[in-house]
T-cell receptor, first 111, second 113 residues
Framework: LAKTTQPISMDSYEGQEVNITCSHNNIATNDYITWYQQFPSQGPRFIIQGYKTKVTNEVASLFIPADRKSSTLSLPRVSLSDTAVYYCLVGDIGGYNKLIFGAGTRLAVHP | EADIYQTPRYLVIGTGKKITLECSQTMGHDKMYWYQQDPGMELHLIHYSYGVNSTEKGDLSSESTVSRIRTEHFPLTLESARPSHTSQYLC????????????FGPGTRLLVL
């Protein structure tokens, strides 16, 4: 399983764009990159998943360079409600896999 | 919104008691997981299952046990609770598609006195 490295914490202000980068130097060919969001006292919630290039949905964008050794979660115009822990996971989806959560990045959005 | 449920949400119990944490999902997912998470810390996988009668231990050693007799049900049992078992326990299930997303339940906060 590929190990991931993320910043421990980040601070931002309402209305700003936030970019959280995750390093995964040992990513395997079959691995996908998935990001989850977790609020206090709740289970993680899926945000976005990608394999290469760029993926965008209604809440975020995911940028993955050609070598796939890192990925960047982009949150446009954050609000106070985006204050949470964000986890980057790398793994082979499907089959007998198990996803491993790292320490995540604590994002604090200030007024 | 995912249909995965955990009961109880909160449990305070004395040392030595046997407890069972319930987890049920109505999505027909084959894969189910149990994670343990202390406040402000990362999630640790303690058990997982690929389907009925399949159970595996996760990466974090746990004194708990699990069973999977029905697809929708994945209970976790502690035969003799200890203060070191105090934590939050999160259950999840996976939809096997091109986006294998884990859906998490609300969690059970366990306090062992």
């Amino acid at each position: 399983l590929a190990k991931t490295t993320q910043p421990i914490s980040m601070d931002s202000y309402e209305g700003q764009e936030v970019n959280i980068t995750c390093s995964h130097n040992n990513i395997a060919t079959n691995d996908y990159i998935t990001w989850y969001q977790q609020f206090p006292s709740q289970g993680p919630r899926f945000i976005i998943q990608g394999y290469k290039t760029k993926v965008t949905n209604e809440v975020a964008s995911l940028f993955i360079p050609a070598d796939r050794k890192s990925s960047t979660l982009s949150l446009p115009r954050v609000s106070l409600s985006d204050t949470a822990v964000y986890y980057c996971l790398v793994g082979d989806i499907g089959g007998y896999n198990k996803l491993i959560f790292g320490a995540g990045t604590r994002l604090a959005v200030h007024p | 919104e995912a249909d995965i449920y955990q009961t109880p949400r909160y449990l305070v119990i004395g040392t030595g008691k046997k407890i069972t944490l319930e987890c049920s999902q109505t999505m027909g997912h084959d894969k189910m997981y149990w994670y343990q998470q202390d406040p402000g810390m990362e999630l640790h996988l303690i058990h997982y299952s690929y389907g009925v009668n399949s159970t595996e231990k996760g990466d974090l050693s746990s004194e708990s046990t699990v069973s999977r007799i029905r697809t929708e049900h994945f209970p976790l049992t502690l035969e003799s609770a200890r203060p070191s078992h105090t934590s939050q326990y999160l259950c999840a299930s996976t939809e096997v598609t091109t986006q294998e997303t884990q859906y998490f339940g609300p969690g059970t906060r366990l306090l062992v006195l």
